[in-house]
């Protein structure tokens, strides 16, 4: 598939991947940037998401859900845009805990695609990218499972059936 094709797809099934997805809902979390090798999404900061009311700083699984769902849109754009992968193996070092009050941005990337899996690395920061909150590397793979969820939320969300 061409990289115009594939930023097509990404326009128009990306966020289906995040609104489809009640806990990204909840966590309110927004595509900023859709592109075929690059990916940025963001946790906006909300009170209601803190894990230490004394400091007002973000939960780690907010962190965590961020950068799955980063690297997931990567991985999805690295396959081509066809198959919505689901997580192998997510690890990720943290690095320092956000700034309060401040979003957390995840940027991610695919390292490498080859049939049905994919690697992808992350990066999530409140604002400067040479200082991160966390960097994470994932791998994925097209499932059964994964492709009958992109069903039902193309489905859902009135896309019809996959191409």
Do not use: N, W
Not at 81 to 87: L, S, V
């Amino acid at each position: 598939m061409s990289e115009e094709k594939i930023r097509e797809v990404l326009e128009s099934v990306a966020p289906l991947l995040v609104d489809g997805s009640p806990h990204a809902v909840a966590l309110g979390l927004k595509i900023d940037q859709l592109e075929p090798d690059h990916i940025i999404m963001r946790a906006p900061y909300s009170p209601d998401l803190v894990g230490d009311p004394e400091t007002g700083i973000l939960h780690g699984g907010v962190v965590t859900a961020l950068l799955d769902h980063a690297c997931g849109l990567a991985a999805f754009a690295g396959l081509g845009a066809q198959d919505t992968p689901a997580t192998l193996d997510l690890r990720i070092d943290y690095m320092r805990p956000a700034e309060p009050g401040l979003d957390v941005i995840a940027e991610a990337s695919t390292v490498r695609a080859h049939g049905l899996v994919v690697f992808v690395r992350a990066t999530a920061h409140d604002g400067d990218r040479d200082d991160p909150v966390a960097i994470a590397q994932a791998a994925f793979m097209v499932t059964k499972a994964s492709q009958a969820a992109t069903e039902r939320a193309k489905k859902a969300f009135g896309q019809g059936e996959t191409t």
